[in-house]
Structures are given as structure tokens and as C-alpha cells.
């Protein structure tokens, strides 16, 4: 088990935006994160950073290696985040395909890069809705997944769906390399309870991001929301998961980021010891 942070958490937010690629301060990530303990970063593939993305050119790619392999913080997850301006449910035929094929592109780059996943979200914008548009992600997923066994990079699925639902959609997609992203956050704020979430799907869970939401609101700290971390952690424990958790908290104060995330890595560990699992 790793615990890594969300690109852009450690430094300054891009002016009106909570999330997206840190198109300045990229770089200096790496020694930041290994500042305050963390074993990796979740890059974020996005349409506000596409253009100066380094994980598009070899180039950047090389540049993000030397700073893993000098800071000791390694990349292994993509946060795909350009699907939610450009989601693989409700397009036109041409567009979708053309969705498809960057999806296809991206399980390439992780692989040139070394990352195991790439996370997908179907939330918000990219949510799914109505049983129709969820066979059209399972088509659209189908398609690439021939893609994911060339490169042996991994489809995380970040969705909305109740527990019920989420595992009818990961019944219809059995491959090995199709799991489940479990997100603290939006659990939180749509009401689900993390032991039903297990027991549907606990087994598919690949990837997990830790946040806190009030219900049906937005992003608050640690502990101060709807999240039952004492229940998720418990619940980890009982499936035996040792994946990696990904710290995707709410920002403190601007230019206070390293002290922020040194007090949040600390409270999720001191949680996961009193839930009897062992960090490493």
C-alpha cells in the first residue's frame, strides 16, 4: 500500500479552479510531496493542462521520470479528468470514437511512463444516468479494454452509480484489468454507506481516493464531513486491500499546502492503525 496526493494539491491553486493540472509548478511537486512523506502522485491528464501536459511528449515523459526517480516519489496512477469535459456517455458516434482512441493513447503513455492506471470518472458531467447510456460506456469500455491488455495498464472506474448498480456494471466487464476507483468524497455527499459499497463490490476495488463531503455538498476537511472513514477503513481491512490511497482533500490556506498535507497524511494515518490496517 502507497499513499500519494492529487496532482496540484502542493502548491498554490490555479486562479478559479480546485483541480487540474498545475500548468506552473508541476516540477516542484515531486520534492514537495517527498517532504511530506508521500509515496506518489496522481498526475491529472486534463483539457485546461492538455497543451503543456509533459505526459504527452517524450520529452516531458523523461522529465517526469528523473523527478520520480530524484525525489523518490513515484507516478503510477493518471487522473483522467479530461473525460469529464469530454465523457465517454451521451457523444455522437464520431466523437466517441474519437474519445476512445485518446483513452487508448493515454493507456500508452502510462505505459511508456510506468503508471499501472488510468482513473475514469463518470461523475458529475460525465455521470451515468439511464441504462442506455450505461451500455454505451460498456461498449465504449469494451472497445479499449483490448488496449489496456497491450499495454497492461489498468481501467480504474470512477462512477456515481449506487453500490448496486456500480456492480452490475462491473458484472458486465469481468477482465482483470477493469477495477473499481472507490471515492471517500463522493460517497460522502451522495449517501452511500461504505460497508454496502464493499459488499457489492469490494473485491473490484483498485484504487482508492480520500476525500470528505457533506451530504449532497462539496469538499470539506478531513473529519468534518459526511465520510465514515472509521466504517471504509474497517472495510479495507475486511477485503484485505492494499492498494494505494490517494489524498484528494479539501485545500487549506494558499502557500500552506506542505504543512496541510503533512496534517491530513497524518490523520488518515492514525485512522487506518485504530482500524487494524497496516501502513507500511
Not at 455521470?127 to 447510456?133: D, L, P, Q, S
Not at 462491473?170 to 482483470?176: E, I, M, Y
Not at 476507483?181 to 461504505?194: E, F, R
Amino acid at each position: 500500500m502507497k499513499m500519494g496526493m492529487m496532482q496540484g494539491r502542493l502548491v498554490p491553486p490555479a486562479p478559479g479552479r480546485f483541480q487540474c493540472f498545475p500548468r506552473d509548478g508541476w516540477g516542484r511537486e515531486f520534492q514537495l510531496a517527498a517532504q511530506v512523506g508521500l509515496d506518489c502522485i496522481e498526475w491529472i491528464f486534463d483539457a485546461h493542462g492538455e497543451d503543456v501536459n509533459p505526459i504527452a511528449t517524450s520529452s516531458g515523459l523523461a522529465r517526469m521520470r528523473d523527478l520520480a526517480r530524484d525525489s523518490g516519489v513515484g507516478v503510477f496512477s493518471v487522473c483522467a479528468d479530461w473525460f469529464m469535459d469530454f465523457p465517454l456517455v451521451r457523444a455522437e458516434p464520431e466523437a466517441l470514437a474519437h474519445r476512445e482512441q485518446v483513452l487508448g493513447w493515454l493507456l500508452g503513455r502510462c505505459q511508456e511512463l510506468g503508471a499501472n492506471r488510468v482513473v475514469v470518472p463518470f461523475v458529475d458531467a460525465s455521470r451515468i444516468g439511464t441504462a442506455a447510456e450505461m451500455d454505451q460506456v460498456v461498449q465504449s469500455l469494451e472497445r479499449v479494454l483490448p488496449v489496456a491488455e497491450a499495454t497492461g495498464v489498468e481501467l480504474h472506474l470512477e462512477t456515481s452509480l449506487a453500490p448496486a448498480a456500480f456492480k452490475a456494471m462491473l458484472d458486465r466487464l469481468p477482465h482483470p484489468l477493469l477495477k473499481a476507483n472507490y471515492d471517500s468524497g463522493n460517497s460522502s455527499s451522495l449517501g452511500y454507506a461504505p460497508r454496502e459499497e464493499f459488499a457489492a463490490y469490494g473485491g473490484r476495488i483498485g484504487s482508492i481516493h480520500v476525500k470528505d463531503r457533506v451530504l449532497g455538498g462539496g469538499t470539506v476537511p478531513l473529519g468534518t464531513g459526511g465520510a465514515d472513514f472509521g466504517a471504509l477503513f474497517a472495510a479495507m481491512a475486511g477485503v484485505g486491500y492494499r492498494g494505494d490511497l490517494i489524498l484528494q482533500v479539501a485545500r487549506g490556506d494558499a502557500g500552506n499546502e506542505v504543512a496541510w498535507a503533512q496534517a491530513n497524511r497524518a490523520w488518515v494515518l492514525e485512522r487506518l492503525a485504530a482500524a487494524g490496517v497496516v501502513f507500511p
